[in-house]
Antibody, heavy 118, light 112 residues
Framework: EVQMVESGGGLFQPGGSLRLSCAAS????????MNWVRQAPGKGLVWVSR????????TYADSVKGRFTISRDNAKNTLYLQMNSLRAEDTAVYYC???????????WGQGTLVTVSS | DTVMTQTPLSLSVTPGQPASISCKSS???????????LHWYLQKPGQSPQLLIY???SRFSGVPDRFSGSGSGTDFTLKISRVEAEDVGVYYC?????????FGEGTKVEIK
């Protein structure tokens, strides 16, 4: 069974940093591009970032470029999102999502809530 | 950025009746490989999003055949032939061709 479990969320101060993790199981992790998608409270879905299968290629939404870094450890079947210079507008549930093919996300984690507030 | 515009933003449907959601993109989603990268997701209350339809009209594994997708280029439609209580939630279209990847604002479907 495909499973993805995010962790690392919580309450953080503006300007602070954190790292989200997404532990994957039930599939060959290294075969799939992976993504982060976020959802602010009561709002819609917003794509954040993606990484290719070996981690050598990454892409970001403009709103997080230069502040967030996506990475993966295929030996540990884990996806990461390093989030620096946090802003209030980064407050959201962050989902990891597996890329089936051409950016159709066939499996999603349960999400982890990041709250940025002083 | 590719803007995805969904209509309506909310829909109240009687069980057993059909429902239709439109999604229009600000640029064509047709790739040179001949495929069109428009996908549909459903987020049920309190849950993570789930893939319903990929590449305009292909139903994902386990998705009931009452869900169907159609369209081409910039205009797309998701149809539910007979709405059931379990279909409530927010439906999102998403384009997978142009960076950044973008979602529609969502259509909330509720049962009358």
């Amino acid at each position: 069974e495909v499973q993805m479990v995010e962790s690392g969320g919580g309450l953080f101060q503006p300007g602070g940093s954190l790292r989200l993790s997404c532990a994957a199981s039930g599939f060959t992790f290294s075969n799939h591009w992976m993504n982060w998608v976020r959802q602010a409270p009561g709002k819609g879905l917003v794509w954040v970032s993606r990484v290719n299968t070996d981690g050598s290629g990454t892409t970001y939404a403009d709103s997080v470029k230069g502040r967030f870094t996506i990475s993966r450890d295929n030996a540990k079947n884990t996806l990461y999102l390093q989030m620096n210079s946090l802003r209030a507008e980064d407050t959201a549930v962050y989902y990891c999502a597996r890329d089936k093919y051409w950016n159709s996300f066939d499996y999603w984690g349960q999400g982890t809530l990041v709250t940025v507030s002083s | 950025d590719t803007v995805m515009t969904q209509t309506p933003l909310s829909l109240s449907v009687t069980p057993g009746q059909p429902a239709s959601i439109s999604c229009k993109s600000s640029q064509s989603l047709l790739h040179s490989d001949g495929n069109t990268y428009l996908h549909w997701y459903l987020q049920k209350p309190g849950q993570s999003p789930q893939l319903l339809i990929y590449e305009v009209s292909s139903r994902f594994s386990g998705v009931p055949d009452r869900f169907s997708g159609s369209g081409s280029g910039t205009d797309f439609t998701l149809k539910i032939s007979r709405v059931e209580a379990e279909d409530v939630g927010v439906y999102y279209c998403m384009q997978g061709l142009h960076l950044p990847l973008t979602f529609g604002e969502g259509t909330k479907v509720e049962i009358k």
